[in-house]
């Protein structure tokens, strides 16, 4: 069976919430951002290996990272590596890397994983992925996997379960917008609500279908390039027609919509780090203050619940700084309260505005 | 006359207190501080030779310095470097200065200058010194400036003046040590009180005299000398006695004690940059939070009165900084409340124990 089974990595973000860290050149996937020596992208790579074969996974990036997906991974072969000309968000990237799998595998089922989330408790990922695997092979399911909230977020949308179809496995009962605070406490209260995380499992059959159902305009798109997939002429037909794709969510696109869609709920400690306060959370403090530091050389005074994002052999000394980002990239350093993260996008704007793209 | 005038800029401070921008390597004096293409060395050295020929100009400095002279003066000729093989402050520096300017001129005046402050009104200056060395060269004279006093500044030491000997020139009363903000504001307002500002004239027998008068041991050493200064042997003479000059300040050594002890007061825009909060309050303002920034690109929100010492190219953006001092020198970020700055020292302390000197 194993052989069946495919990954797609997504991994063509910009990841600008993490300016100056993340930059367009080498956005937040690519970072080494736990110093461990691998960046985000390579820990997808490494935990998805145990369960699928390096030659069925699939990176979906856009054009201008090639360099370094081959870089960073360079045991993945150059045909498993789909290069978008566009920004289409995930609905256009998830019907190519399908049509693209189906074509070379009538028979495949499929991961989909962002490339630049954190879990920790790989163990359970690989329980939880092999039973959806199982789940979707046996049947016609759309399935995605729901995390645990362990805290009421309101930055994340959120799954409603419904009645169980197979062990851990339940049936959607909605998706929800990101809730405010209020509702966000009753969703973790009322333990049928889950974190959508984003990670998907179905056949390639199964996506390709749904697609003809409720996106009709893309696949009207794709199926032009039917006999074109898994071929030399593959790429020709991406760079015709891949731009003309409407951008659009899975999402939005098929999830909402469809009636077989079901849910896995698992809890392997998962983190979006979407934000600077998520990797603050999620990383070790370096000192009783609660400032984190990674291997930054540091030395503080009256500074608590920083988070130093910063070229490790730089020395950093602070005074008097209470939960601030301090990032320093080596031609931009930013300086701003956590509290304020969210204006990042606009300082990035402002940037833009000022100096054009150098410091993009 | 002309050729009878000499120049002692005593260039062998580390300037710790400005840290991590200046530098046990490249100390305060060698940085171009304003971005104007010259360091405050080379500010100092322009500032003195229209009215000292540059053959009359002697730089003592420590000797690990020799480089950075040789580098930022380059039409400094090497017989007019005096390294120093250790530190011993102002008064062994001043007494080498001034055998080895008699040894080769006995009928010499000089000025001593330091090499890190600021002087922005220039002409006054020049008329300021040209009046000092017509007073001096004609009577036996130890002629310090004292400043025009415009804040109740409690980091100098005051000069009290008695009566007017000579235009401008005045009897020293006393010499003051730092005064508390109370008694600072008196002496303001007393109109009778000006600030030391480490610049002296006088003969080099002058100092020489006085220097036996009221620091015998350390006449008795450089008297070994004499014979040597001026000639080839002088640096092996410095070699193998320097080191054994008791370390002390010229005005303790001499200028509090001896009795032909003269002050011109003069106005000239004069600043020691001894502080990060005296180069913010001299620096002109970047925008209207009165940000301080230099060259440096710079995109600030919600932040005010902060002082941004960085390399110019390098993008800052900040966000709800209010008086802080942001350094950034490559490879040490130093973030730190102006208020706070007489603490730098101290940090420089950890650092040192920490990190060994890697970062000093």
Redesign the interface.
Known sequence: MASHRYCVIMCGGVGSRFW?YSREDRPKQFIDFFGTGRSLLQMSYDRILPIVPKENIVVVTNARYAGLIREQLPDIDERNILLEPARRNTAPCIAWAAYHIAAIDPEASMIVTPSDHLITAENVFHDCVRRGFDFVESDDALLTLGIKPVRPETGYGYIQIGREVAPGIQKVKTFTEKPNLDLAKVFVDSGEFFWNAGIFLWKASSIIDALHRYDSDLTSLFDQGLGEFGTDREMDFIGENFAACPANSIDYAVMEKAENVYVECADFGWNDLGTWSALYDQSPKCDEDENVGGET?L?T?ESSGNIFA?NS?????????HD?I?A?T????????KS?EQ?IKQ?VN??KL??GD??L
Do not use: A, N, T
Request: proline share 9%; with cysteine.
């Open positions: 100056p050389p030395i005074y910063v052999d730089k020395l950093v000394v602070v005074h008097g700084l601030y301090v320093d080596g031609d931009v350093l930013l300086v701003c309260p304020e204006r300082m402002d940037v000022s100096f150098k410091y």
